[in-house]
Structures are given as structure tokens and as C-alpha cells.
Antibody, heavy 117, light 110 residues
Framework: EVQLVESGGGLVLPGGSLRLACAAS????????MHWVRQAPGKGLLWVAR????????DYADSVKGRFIISRDNAKNTLYLQMNSLRAEDTALFYC??????????WGQGTLVTVSS | QSALTQPPSASGSPGQSVTISCTGT?????????VSWYQQRPGKAPKLMIY???KRPSGVPDRFSAFKSGNTASLTVSGLQAEDEADYYC??????????FGTGTKVTVL
């Protein structure tokens, strides 16, 4: 059974930093491209970033470029999202998801990030 | 990259069909066949329903179908069931290594 379990969310001050993690099991993680997608409370889905299976390619939404860094540790089957210079508008539930066929076929349950003073 | 445009809501009675549109541009839907659709029930993670415009993952009922014409993609749910009540989102590759989601449509089964 495929499982993606996010962690690391919490309350952070504007301008602060947070690192999210996504632990993967039940899939061949080192072969999979992975994504982060976020959803503000009561709002729609927003694509955040993706990373190639070997971490040589990283892509970002314009809204997070220069502030967020996606990375992975294939030895630990774990995906990361380092978030810096956080803003109130970054408040959201952050999901990790696997890419397959140009879509996201497996999703975690999300970790909530709240940016507030 | 602007979000793809979806109607905020759609509804139908059990057994009927409902179609949701997803309008993009020539830079996203119009240029790529990487269009996907997701179902999201309240408090749950999104679930992939359609990929590559019109393909269904294993386990998704054939009541769900989709197609694309020009810059617009559409999802049809036939034979509506109570369990189909959810939010639905489209997604497209948008070039320059970007992806974009739709604004979302709330489907209500009357």
C-alpha cells in the first residue's frame, strides 16, 4: 500500500521559516518525480513545486520561487520543502503527491502551515 | 500563471449527468495533453479521476469521462450518485515546467 505522510507544519511568524517533510512508503521512491501542492483554508488547490527522481531538476510556482526549496533524500524515502520568508498568504494545507502520467496519482493527507503573528 | 477557469458549482439529480468545463489558454490546455481531473471530498486529500485528458486510473468508474477541445477541457459524470458529491479540480501542464489547477467546481447531487 502506498503511503505519503507529511509532517513539519505548524504556526510560524511572518518572515519565518519552516521545513516540511513527506515520508513515502509502498512505492519505488527513487524512481518517482514528486510534487508539493497547497490549499489555503476554504480555497482551491495551488501547485507549488516538483522535483525529479534524482533531484537534478526542480521547478517552482512563481509565487514561491526564491523562497521555497524542494529537495529529497532517496536513501530515506523522504521529500522536503524548505519554506523561507513566509507570508500570511502562505497559510495552507500542504500536500505531497507523486507524479505519474503527468498527473498526481498518490497524495498524502497534508500538513497545515499557519503564518501569523 | 493564472488558474484555469471552472464554474463554481454544478448540480444534478441522481442518475442524471453533469458536465464541468475547465477553460485555459493556448499556453496550457491548448498546447498539452497533460490534463487531469481530481475529486476532493470534504476534509480529504484530492483523488485522481482522469489523466492525460481522458484516461481513467484503475478503480475509477467509467461513469467518469473527459475530453478536450481547443483550450477547454471537460469532465462528465454520468449516472450521478450521492457519493459523487464533492469538489472537482482540473489541472494542466502549463509549459516552462509549471502546472496550473482550475478554480474548482462544487458538484451537488440534488
Amino acid at each position: 500500500e502506498v503511503q505519503l505522510v507529511e509532517s513539519g507544519g505548524g504556526l510560524v511568524l511572518p518572515g519565518g521559516s519552516l521545513r516540511l517533510a513527506c515520508a513515502a512508503s509502498g512505492l519505488n521512491f527513487s524512481r518517482d518525480w514528486m510534487h508539493w501542492v497547497r490549499q489555503a483554508p476554504g480555497k482551491g488547490l495551488l501547485w507549488v513545486a516538483r522535483i525529479s527522481n534524482d533531484a537534478t531538476i526542480t521547478d517552482y510556482a512563481d509565487s514561491v520561487k526564491g523562497r521555497f526549496i524542494i529537495s529529497r533524500d532517496n536513501a530515506k524515502n523522504t521529500l522536503y520543502l524548505q519554506m523561507n520568508s513566509l507570508r500570511a498568504e502562505d497559510t495552507a494545507l500542504f500536500y505531497c503527491a507523486r507524479e505519474n502520467w503527468g498527473a498526481n496519482d498518490y497524495w498524502g493527507q497534508g500538513t497545515l502551515v499557519t503564518v501569523s503573528s | 500563471q493564472s488558474a484555469l477557469t471552472q464554474p463554481p458549482s454544478a448540480s444534478g439529480s441522481p442518475g442524471q449527468s453533469v458536465t464541468i468545463s475547465c477553460t485555459g489558454t493556448s499556453s496550457d490546455i491548448g498546447s498539452y495533453n497533460y490534463v487531469s481531473w481530481y475529486q476532493q471530498r470534504p476534509g480529504k486529500a484530492p483523488k485522481l479521476m482522469i489523466y492525460e485528458v481522458n484516461k481513467r486510473p484503475s478503480g475509477v468508474p467509467d461513469r467518469f469521462s473527459a475530453f478536450k477541445s481547443g483550450n477547454t477541457a471537460s469532465l462528465t459524470v454520468s449516472g450521478l450518485q450521492a457519493e459523487d458529491e464533492a469538489d472537482y479540480y482540473c489541472n494542466s501542464y502549463a509549459g516552462r515546467s509549471n502546472f496550473v489547477f482550475g478554480t474548482g467546481t462544487k458538484v451537488t447531487v440534488l
